[in-house]
C-alpha cells in the first residue's frame, strides 16, 4: 500500500445484514506517522455513519472516536518502535462496534507490564486493555496481529 488509504466498503454476499466500512493505511515509521495514524482514525470515523451507510445508527459517537485515537496512537506507537518493517493499520466500521487492527513484522506479542503507578512510561497496553471491549493479539506466518473492538 505505501502509505497509500484504502477504503473499501462491503456488504455481506447474501445481502442480508450490516454493511460494514473500512479502511488502512500503511506506515513507514516517518516522522508523522502516528500524527497521520491518528488523524485518518478520526477522520474515517466522523465521515462515516454506522453501519456502513445501511441507515442503522447515524454518526460514530464523540467518545468512541476519542477511545479509537487513543487506542491507534499506542498500538501505533508500539509497533514502530518494536517492530521492523512498515505498520499496517485497518479500520473497520460496523452497526456494533469498531475494530482496530494493527500488523507488523515482529512476531512476539505483546505483554503488559503489572501495574505500576510509580513506572514512567510503558503504561499503552495497559490503557489500550483498559479501554478495548475485546483485545487480542495473533502470530502470523510474517509478524503479528493485534486487535482491538470498541462497542459503539
Not at 30 to 59: E, Y
Not at 84 to 111: K, N, Q, Y
Amino acid at each position: 500500500m505505501n502509505g497509500e488509504t484504502k477504503t473499501v466498503r462491503r456488504t455481506p454476499a447474501s445481502g442480508v445484514g450490516v454493511g460494514v466500512v473500512e479502511t488502512a493505511v500503511e506506515l513507514d515509521g516517518a516522522d508523522g506517522s502516528i500524527a497521520r495514524a491518528r488523524a485518518l482514525t478520526a477522520d474515517f470515523l466522523t465521515a462515516a455513519p454506522r453501519g456502513g451507510g445501511q441507515g442503522s445508527g447515524g454518526a460514530v459517537p464523540a467518545r468512541t472516536v476519542d477511545l479509537a485515537r487513543l487506542v491507534v496512537s499506542e498500538l501505533v506507537t508500539n509497533a514502530l518502535r518494536h517492530a521492523p518493517g512498515p505498520v499496517l493499520l485497518r479500520l473497520r466500521l460496523a452497526a456494533s462496534a469498531v475494530e482496530i487492527t494493527v500488523r507488523d513484522g515482529d512476531p512476539a506479542l505483546p505483554r503488559p507490564c503489572a501495574p505500576d503507578p510509580t513506572r514512567i512510561g510503558r503504561h499503552g497496553l495497559e490503557i489500550v486493555r483498559a479501554v478495548a471491549d475485546e483485545f487480542h493479539a495473533v502470530r502470523e506466518t510474517a509478524g503479528k496481529r493485534v486487535v482491538v473492538r470498541l462497542r459503539l
